[in-house]
């Protein structure tokens, strides 16, 4: 099954825009929640994350928004860039996995000059 | 920085074959993951090794084994490949603990023909 829902599977936004991506979890356990982004050629590499503690953490121009209460979470890209455009995975572990990252199937952002 | 190395970049394979996948790091982290990459599936988990010779199942372990006899190499072993194995892997990393973040290898694409 999976426990980690992504969506959108792909996104076209024009520079400037703001760029959402949501992930929606199943398991209540889970108390780490990282993005990771892929350009090609390349293996992913971790965005920013967050802890259930909070509700929002910001990082430049990225955010996860943290909504413990509807099992949902989502990262927000302001001012998006052409270089920006790449794979996004949301994903989430939990102490009794061993921490274990569960991904998201994947957003493709492009983001247009 | 950190450097995760998969030996190949492309490999092509015959069915029926044993295939081995290997992979590097070079920063003395405890554990190592086997994950694989499909279109509209994202990433999913092989195999993870949570120190040398100490290893666990991921999320689709059939068809694949693995080996860690020294803390900085993992291998992934296909004993006998088949099509629907054609997938790029992608090997990580990372120190033991719950927030550690995963540093990836550019990832190796299997072609089984």
């Known amino acids: 099954q999976q426990q980690v829902k992504q969506s959108p599977q792909s996104l076209i936004v024009q520079k400037g825009g703001i760029s959402i991506i949501n992930c929606a979890y199943e398991?209540?356990?889970?108390?780490?929640f990282p993005w990771y982004q892929q350009f090609p050629g390349k293996g992913p590499a971790l965005l920013i994350a967050i802890r259930p503690d909070v509700s929002e953490k910001k990082e430049g121009r990225f955010t996860i928004s943290f909504n413990k209460s509807a099992k949902q979470f989502s990262l927000h890209i302001m001012d998006s860039q052409p270089g920006d455009s790449a794979t996004y995975f949301c994903?989430?572990?939990?102490?009794?996995?061993?921490?274990?990252?569960?991904f998201g199937k994947g957003t493709l952002l492009t983001v247009n000059p | 920085d950190v450097k995760v190395t998969q030996s190949s970049r492309y490999l092509v394979k015959r069915t029926g074959e044993k295939v081995f996948l290997e992979c590097v790091q070079d920063?003395?982290?405890?554990?190592m993951f086997w994950h694989r990459q499909d279109p509209g599936l994202g990433l999913r988990l092989i195999y993870f090794?949570?120190?040398?010779?100490?290893?666990e199942k991921g999320d689709i372990p059939e068809g694949y084994s693995v080996s860690r006899e020294k803390k900085e190499r993992f291998s992934l072993i296909l004993e006998s490949a088949s099509t629907n194995q054609t997938s790029m892997y992608l090997c990580?990393?990372?120190?033991?603990?719950?927030?550690?973040?995963?540093?990836f290898g550019s990832g190796t694409q299997l072609s089984v023909l």
């Open positions: 920063m003395d982290h405890e554990n």
């Open positions: 398991n209540t356990a889970f108390d780490y």
């Open positions: 994903a989430a572990s939990w102490l009794g996995s061993n921490y274990k990252l569960t």
């Open positions: 990580a990393s990372r120190r033991a603990g719950g927030s550690e973040k995963l540093f």
């Open positions: 090794s949570y120190d040398v010779k100490m290893k």
